[in-house]
């Protein structure tokens, strides 16, 4: 029975460690996205507005907290209350598993509305690092599959565009 519970323990870490966010900040790139061409575009952020992006729902919390609901249940009962216990187990499990599983994955990001170089205006979703500001300029970087980041430009000059404005 020791053995059962170590057994349950280690899965159970090793799958609520796969509940750890993805990175929607501006200075993290996913391996995938490592050596990838992106299109660059200038412009100024003419509005940040905190948002909050939501939590993921991989169904890893799910099947953590169903493992170890059900585990849990199985010490109720003999019989048919311990199928009980252990079907009802699973399920609380799996209900509280998935809630935890998108509460850790929240985090606060910022709406950017951008009015392009080219007179376009977009607004993007990130991370709240690196920090953009109203009246910055900065970079935007497309990716193939639409996603795209706001990076301040800092000191740079663009080619054929103005220096960035002091705030």
């Known amino acids: 029975m020791k053995s059962f519970w170590g057994i349950t323990a280690v899965l159970l870490v090793v799958t609520v460690a796969g509940c750890a966010p993805r990175s929607m900040s501006g200075d993290v790139y996913s391996r995938e996205r490592a050596q990838r061409v992106q299109t660059i575009e200038y412009g100024e952020v003419l509005e940040v507005r905190q948002v909050l992006i939501e939590g993921t729902k991989s169904g890893v919390g799910t099947l953590a907290g169903g ?5 849990l249940g199985s010490g109720i009962g003999h019989g048919a209350g311990r199928t009980i216990g252990v079907v009802g ?3 609380a499990g799996g209900l509280l598993g998935s ?5 850790v994955t929240k985090q606060p990001g910022v709406e950017v509305t951008i009015r392009m170089d080219t007179g376009q205006t977009i607004a993007l979703v990130q991370g709240i690092d690196p920090p953009v500001y109203a009246g910055d300029r900065v970079r935007v970087l497309r990716n193939p599959d639409g996603s795209a980041r706001a990076i301040t430009t800092l000191d740079e000059l663009e080619p054929g565009g103005p220096p960035r404005r002091d705030r």
């Open 67 to 71: 493992v170890l609901g059900g585990a």
């Open 99 to 103: 809630a935890v599983e998108e509460g």
């Open 89 to 91: 187990g699973a399920i």
